[in-house]
C-alpha cells in the first residue's frame, strides 16, 4: 500500500481502480482535525489522476469505515474552534461529493454522524450485513449539520428527520429499505458485493460515467427547468471524447 500521507494509504490495480484506505485514525477510524487534513488532501491528490477509473474508500480494519467524527476533540472546542472543525469536515465531505470519478463506500460496521456525512457525499453505500448506522449528535449537545443536508434527497424528510432528532440508530436491513445504502452484502460477502458494483461501472464509457456524476450533482441543486437545458450541451460536448461514435458503432456492429 502506498501511502499518500499519514492517513491515507492507496492500493491502484491495473484496471484503473483505486482503494483509498484512512490509516492511522484508530480502530473504529475516527475523523479527528489531522484525520480530516490528510483525506482531503489525499483526495485531492487522486482526483487530478484523469485516467482513475472507481474510487473504492475503507478504513483499516472491519469495525467501520468512519465511525465518526472525533469527539474527544470537539469536547475542547469553543464557538470559534468549533466552526473552523466542521468547517473542515464540510470541506472534506465536499471533496468526495466533487471527485470526479465515482466513489464506492465499503462499509462495514458502524458509521455514525460525521461519516455518515461523509458516506452520503459518495456516489454509492456497500454495507456489511451487519453494519449500523447513526446521527447520534443531538444526544451529545450538538445538531447534525454540514452533508446531513444530504440525508433528506437520499432517504426523505421523514426517515431524515427520524435519525437526526432520535439520534437512533438503524440496522443494515432497514438502512437498505430506506435507501440509505445501495447494497447489503451477505455475510463474509463484502468484498464480492464492492466488487461487482466496481465491474459494473467498468463496463461504462469512462468520460461518460464522469460527465453523468458531474450532471447528478447539479440536478441535486438546480430547478428542473435549468437542469434540462442544462444537460443538452453536455450531451453535445460527449461527442467531442469520441466515446459515443466508438461504442455506438460498436454495437451497431454487433447486432448485424
Same mark, same amino acid.
Given at each position: ?32 482535525? @489531522? ?5 482531503? +488532501?489525499?483526495?485531492?491528490?487522486? @482526483? ?24 474527544? +476533540? ?10 473552523? &472543525? ?31 456525512? &461523509? ?17 447520534? +449528535? ?36 432497514? @438502512? ?37 456524476? @458531474? ?27 469520441? +466515446? ?13
Amino acid at each position: 500500500m502506498q501511502m499518500l500521507n499519514p492517513h491515507c494509504g492507496v492500493d491502484r490495480d491495473p484496471r484503473d481502480v483505486v482503494r483509498l484506505t484512512i490509516s492511522n485514525a484508530g480502530s473504529l477510524n475516527i475523523l479527528g482535525s @489531522a484525520v480530516i487534513k490528510g483525506l482531503r +488532501e489525499g483526495l485531492e491528490v487522486l @482526483a487530478a489522476e484523469r485516467h482513475l477509473r472507481v474510487l473504492v474508500i475503507s478504513g483499516q480494519g472491519e469495525k467501520s469505515m468512519i465511525g465518526g467524527a472525533d469527539i474527544k +476533540e470537539m469536547a475542547t472546542l469553543d464557538q470559534a474552534s468549533a466552526e473552523k &472543525f466542521i468547517t473542515g469536515l464540510r470541506d472534506l465531505c465536499e471533496t468526495v461529493r466533487a471527485f470526479p470519478a465515482p466513489v464506492i463506500a465499503r462499509m462495514p460496521g458502524w458509521c455514525l454522524g460525521g461519516g455518515l456525512e &461523509f458516506a452520503a457525499a459518495c456516489d454509492f453505500r456497500i454495507a456489511a450485513h451487519d453494519a449500523k448506522f447513526g446521527m447520534p +449528535e443531538v444526544r451529545v449537545g450538538i445538531p447534525s449539520v454540514i452533508h446531513a443536508a444530504l440525508l433528506p434527497r437520499l432517504i426523505g424528510w421523514g426517515r431524515a428527520r427520524w435519525l437526526v432528532m432520535t439520534a437512533e440508530n438503524i440496522d443494515a436491513p432497514t @438502512a437498505l429499505g430506506w435507501g440509505l445504502v445501495d447494497v447489503v452484502a451477505p455475510e463474509r460477502g463484502l468484498d464480492a458485493a464492492v466488487e461487482k458494483t466496481v465491474a459494473a461501472l467498468l463496463e461504462c464509457a469512462p468520460e461518460a460515467l464522469r460527465a453523468q456524476k @458531474a450532471l447528478l450533482r447539479q440536478w441535486e441543486e438546480l430547478p428542473l427547468k435549468e437542469s434540462v437545458d442544462l444537460s443538452i450541451s453536455v450531451f453535445g460536448q460527449s461527442y467531442l471524447t469520441g +466515446e459515443p461514435q466508438q461504442l455506438m458503432q460498436a454495437f451497431v456492429n454487433r447486432k448485424r
